[in-house]
Structures are given as C-alpha cells and as structure tokens.
C-alpha cells in the first residue's frame, strides 16, 4: 500500500550527495545503491523495493559502499536497505507494472507516452540536452522561448534558498529567452522530429508585435513543432511590453494569441503568469484569442538573497541585482492554488491544461494532476538532480495508478476539483479534532507546548516526565503541535461535536 507519508524520509539519508556515477555502485556487486537512494529522495519506496534481490545482501556485507562514499560513513546505506526490506516491502501490496500503458496520454489529441515534459528553460536548450533527456525516457520537452532578439545573459545569474540539509529549496533566476538565432533553433527542431518522431516538441516563442508572434509560429510549425507555447509570462522580459507585462493585460493575451492562430495551424497552449491576483481573465483571454491550452505557471517575481555587508540581493552582477524569477518546490502550493483555478473555471473546459511549479517527486505532479493538469513540465528539479528523475516520476506514478485500479492517467485528471473551494466559507465549523500523542515516540523535547504556549491555544503542558498533557477545554484543533513535532508523535485523534449555538 502507498503511503501518503514516506515510511523513509528524506531526514534520514540528508548527508547523501546523490551522486552521479556514484562510488557506492561501484563496490556493490548485487545492488545498485545510488539508484536505491535516488528512489528513497524522490519518495519512490515501493518501487525501489520491486528492484530488491529477495534477499538483503547487506546482511553480509562489510559496508564497503558506506566506506567509498564521497561523505565516508556519513550516509547509512545498509540500514536504509535494511529498512526496505523490513518495513516497507511487508506493506508493499502491488508491484511495479511491467509496461507504461497506464502513463499514456496527450496533449490536445497528440499522443504523449506520458505527461512529463521538460519546461522551456536551460534544461531544454540545445539538441543534445533534449535528445539525451527523451533517451532517458521523458515524453517531450517545451524548448527555450526562441524569439528574434539579441540576448546576452549575466554572470552570474542564479541564486537558491537551502533548506536544512542543503539541498534546494527556492530557486531564483533573471535568464532571458534561447540565444540561439531562429534560423538555428528551426534546425534544431528538424533534427529532433527526425532523429525522435515518437517525441513531443512544444515550441516556445515571444514575439513583439503582432507580426513577429504569427512568423514564429508558423516558422514553428513548418521546422517540425508538435505545439506552439506562447510566453506571456516571463519575468525577466518584461521591458517593452513583453513577457510578464503582456500576461497581466488580458487584451495583449487575446491579440497575440489570435496573431499566432492565424499562422499555424498546430495547437497553441498560453503559458500565463503567476503575478496576478487572477489568472482567469488572461486564461478566457487566450481562449477568445483561438488558444488550445494553458501553461501554468511561470517563475514568481522575487527577490532572494540581500547581503547584509554590500547591500545588494543574489544574484549580484558587478554590485547591482535585478527582480528575478522564483521556482522549485517552494512555490509549489502557489502553483497548485493557480491550477485548482483554471480547472475550476467552466469557462475553459475542454482546454488542455500544462501543469508546473515546483514538481520534484511524482506524488507533487500527482497533486497537479488532481487539479486538473494534463500534462506536467518540469526545470528546477533537473537542474538540481538531472533528466535521471524521470525514472522515479514514471516508476512512482506508474505503480500509483496501479495500485489504485486505474487504467490511465487521464482517469485522475481534476479528481481532486471536488474537494477544492476557493473561499473557507464552505468548510464545516462544528467538530474539533484533538491531537493524539504517541508516548512511544515522544521524546519530551516540548515543542508541542512551546508552540502552543506561544502560537496556539495554550492547552499543552509538559508533566513532570517531560511528556505533553491537553486541557481539551482550551484545544480548539487547530494542530499545530501536529506539524511541528520533530518525532511526528502528534497525529489527529478524537473528535469532539460542538453545541449549536441557539439564538437568544
């Protein structure tokens, strides 16, 4: 059975490097390690228990590959696969399908083998970064925006927020459009359909004017493009009236959208942007204007990174920064916020909708599917971990679908829309759920009472053996000693209904 928490954390193994071309593979002759790991980061458990010998080999082994780590002894790789083999292969009910028929879908009646393409970014650069990344098994990929400017990016031009154990959290970027020229963009694209017909190719363009958006697009269309994306929502063109700017301006949306469906006649999907209140009005927009589809959504205006010595936010470019755009799994619940929107808009029903923002693991572009993404795009994550990640994202989503009785993916598509309002008004009010703390867990830090001393409700205290005691006449259930105990020995437990309140 899938958990909805990995029965492993990523807590566990946080000193792994993830390595490529990993020096543990290489001291290991009946295990892959790296490949265990990797599937253990990306919360993939239960497939890398169907990838087990049926019997632990580490029960006999010296721990060479803990040895041979880049970080000696630091990362505890035995006991991990100790732990598949003890804890979660005993739950683990269905095992991985040999085929990915479950994973096939399309993208506005074009078949995709499944929904994970690259996003138009760096990751989808060149032809040699798109071709290895359909080798290693994604569908397609939305190539970097090809416009007809003159770009010449800075140096440098990323900067991150880490999380506790490093690995990134936020990412934050002020990249432009493909310095490629036109001319050698459209070649790329007619090797890609030649040398991977079976492979998705999502044009990106920007235009600036009405002229230029139809040219690229059907420019695109006659080099090879399965579909045409138009970039109304970059952040770092928005001098002129391009990118962001055009995005904000439901009008521009629908003028340059029809400019494209004029000239081509493969579909359009509008990427739209994050930095609105709404995206609805530039969504109906783009549908007026002949669009296809959406995409959403692009990287969130930011800033990250303020030294406090120079004064000057990251990226710095010789002393000065600039407004750039934030990605990565931080900006995912901003994403599934935008998403759940579109999907919820009768408006666009019948719109294929290209889901991303911040998808790491297949169970975060399971959550884009719910809302109503048809496919999913994916940058930040390859960037930090490579194209490798699509085996888990295939393997974990595949399994899923499995388990859950589902033939195709295109059966969960906005599943979870049901569940979703935009506004808490609807939410019932009358029943509090207490927490339940499990003794054999606690280890008495008293976190629940500080936080609920100092955040909540006051109604834990620490007894005299440092172990948390509710006055359930104070808990309102609120649980937030649920979310910040360290040991996760706070859960949801009894509930209480409370009187209706009469009218005097």
Same mark, same amino acid.
């Given at each position: 059975?899938?958990?909805? !928490?990995?029965?492993?954390?990523?807590?566990?193994? @946080?000193?792994?490097?993830?390595?490529?071309?990993?020096?543990?593979?290489? $001291?290991?002759?009946?295990?892959?390690?790296?490949?265990?790991?990797?599937?253990?980061?990306?919360?993939?458990?239960?497939?890398?228990?169907?990838?087990?010998?049926?019997?632990?080999?580490?029960?006999?082994?010296?721990?060479?590959?803990?040895?041979?780590? %880049?970080?000696?002894?630091? %990362?505890?790789?035995?006991?991990?696969?100790?732990?598949?083999?003890?804890?979660?292969?005993?739950?683990?009910?269905?095992?991985?399908?040999?085929?990915?028929?479950?994973?096939?879908?399309?993208?506005?009646?074009?078949?995709?083998?499944?929904?994970?393409?690259?996003?138009?970014? $760096?990751?989808?650069?060149?032809?040699?970064?798109?071709?290895?990344?359909?080798?290693?098994?994604?569908?397609? #990929?939305?190539?970097?925006? @090809?416009?007809?400017?003159?770009? =010449?990016?800075?140096?440098?031009?990323?900067?991150?927020?880490?999380?506790?154990?490093?690995?990134?959290?936020?990412?934050?970027?002020? !990249?432009?459009?493909?310095?490629?020229?036109?001319?050698?963009?459209?070649?790329?694209?007619?090797?890609?359909?030649?040398?991977?017909?079976?492979?998705?190719?999502?044009?990106?363009?920007?235009?600036?004017?009405? !002229?230029?958006?139809?040219?690229?697009?059907?420019?695109?269309?006659?080099?090879?493009?399965?579909? +045409?994306?138009?970039?109304?929502?970059?952040?770092?063109?928005?001098?002129?009236?391009?990118?962001?700017?055009?995005?904000? @301006?439901? !009008?521009?949306?629908?003028?340059?959208?029809?400019?494209?469906?004029?000239?081509?006649?493969?579909?359009?999907?509008?990427?739209?942007?994050?930095?609105?209140?709404?995206?609805?009005? #530039?969504?109906?927009?783009?549908?007026?204007?002949?669009?296809?589809?959406?995409?959403?959504? &692009?990287?969130?205006?930011?800033?990250?990174?303020? &030294?406090?010595?120079?004064?000057?936010?990251?990226?710095? +470019?010789?002393?000065?920064?600039?407004?750039?755009?934030?990605?990565?799994?931080?900006?995912?619940?901003?994403?599934?916020?935008?998403?759940?929107?579109?999907?919820?808009?009768?408006?666009?029903?019948?719109?294929?909708?290209?889901?991303?923002g911040g998808v790491e693991t297949w169970?975060? #572009?399971?959550?884009?599917?719910?809302?109503?993404?048809?496919?999913?795009?994916?940058?930040?994550?390859?960037m930090q971990y490579g194209y490798r @990640?699509?085996?888990?994202?295939?393997?974990?989503?595949?399994?899923?679908?499995?388990?859950?009785?589902?033939?195709? +993916?295109?059966?969960?598509?906005?599943?979870?829309?049901?569940?979703?309002?935009?506004?808490?008004?609807?939410?019932?009010?009358?029943?509090?759920?207490?927490? *339940?703390? =499990?003794?054999?867990?606690?280890?008495?830090?008293?976190?629940?009472?500080?936080?609920?001393?100092?955040?909540? =409700?006051?109604?834990?205290?620490?007894?005299?053996?440092?172990?948390? %005691?509710?006055?359930?006449?104070?808990?309102?259930?609120?649980?937030?000693?649920?979310?910040?105990?360290?040991?996760?020995?706070?859960?949801?437990?009894? *509930?209480?209904?409370?009187?209706?309140?009469?009218?005097?």
């Amino acid at each position: 059975m899938i958990q909805n !928490e990995p029965l492993i954390k990523r807590s566990e193994m @946080i000193r792994c490097a993830l390595c490529s071309d990993a020096p543990c593979d290489y $001291v290991c002759s009946r295990l892959k390690p790296s490949a265990l790991l990797r599937s253990l980061w990306f919360r993939n458990e239960q497939g890398a228990v169907s990838r087990l010998p049926e019997i632990n080999p580490c029960l006999r082994c010296d721990g060479a590959c803990e040895r041979s780590c %880049v970080r000696p002894g630091e %990362v505890p790789i035995r006991r991990l696969i100790g732990r598949l083999y003890d804890e979660v292969r005993p739950v683990t009910e269905t095992v991985v399908p040999e085929g990915e028929e479950r994973l096939r879908c399309d993208l506005c009646g074009i078949p995709l083998e499944n929904p994970f393409l690259l996003s138009s970014s $760096v990751v989808a650069s060149t032809y040699d970064m798109c071709a290895r990344a359909f080798e290693a098994g994604w569908a397609g #990929a939305c190539f970097k925006t @090809i416009c007809s400017m003159d770009i =010449h990016e800075a140096s440098p031009r990323f900067s991150a927020i880490a999380g506790d154990g490093g690995s990134i959290i936020g990412f934050k970027n002020i !990249e432009q459009l493909s310095d490629h020229s036109v001319a050698e963009n459209m070649e790329i694209f007619r090797r890609l359909k030649q040398n991977y017909p079976e492979k998705f190719i999502l044009a990106s363009i920007m235009g600036q004017n009405e !002229e230029e958006w139809g040219t690229l697009a059907q420019q695109c269309e006659e080099n090879g493009a399965d579909a +045409v994306e138009l970039n109304f929502s970059c952040p770092n063109m928005a001098e002129g009236g391009l990118g962001a700017d055009i995005g904000q @301006i439901p !009008e521009l949306v629908e003028r340059f959208t029809s400019a494209a469906r004029r000239s081509c006649h493969i579909p359009i999907l509008a990427k739209l942007t994050p930095n609105v209140a709404s995206m609805n009005p #530039a969504a109906e927009a783009a549908r007026r204007g002949g669009a296809d589809g959406l995409a959403a959504i &692009n990287t969130i205006k930011s800033v990250v990174g303020l &030294n406090i010595h120079t004064y000057v936010s990251a990226p710095s +470019v010789h002393g000065l920064s600039a407004v750039g755009g934030y990605s990565g799994n931080a900006v995912k619940p901003i994403a599934l916020r935008f998403i759940g929107e579109l999907g919820h808009n009768p408006a666009l029903s019948g719109m294929h909708l290209s889901a991303m923002g911040g998808v790491e693991t297949w169970q975060d #572009a399971l959550e884009f599917l719910l809302l109503g993404g048809a496919s999913i795009q994916v940058t930040t994550a390859v960037m930090q971990y490579g194209y490798r @990640i699509i085996d888990d994202l295939k393997e974990g989503l595949n399994l899923y679908l499995a388990e859950k009785g589902y033939a195709s +993916v295109k059966e969960i598509i906005g599943a979870g829309l049901d569940s979703l309002d935009s506004s808490t008004d609807a939410l019932e009010r009358d029943t509090v759920i207490f927490p *339940k703390f =499990h003794r054999d867990r606690c280890i008495g830090c008293g976190r629940c009472e500080l936080s609920c001393m100092d955040g909540g =409700h006051q109604a834990i205290r620490m007894n005299e053996k440092r172990r948390p %005691v509710l006055n359930a006449k104070r808990c309102v259930g609120c649980h937030l000693c649920v979310l910040v105990c360290p040991q996760q020995a706070v859960t949801a437990g009894n *509930k209480r209904i409370l009187p209706v309140k009469r009218e005097p």
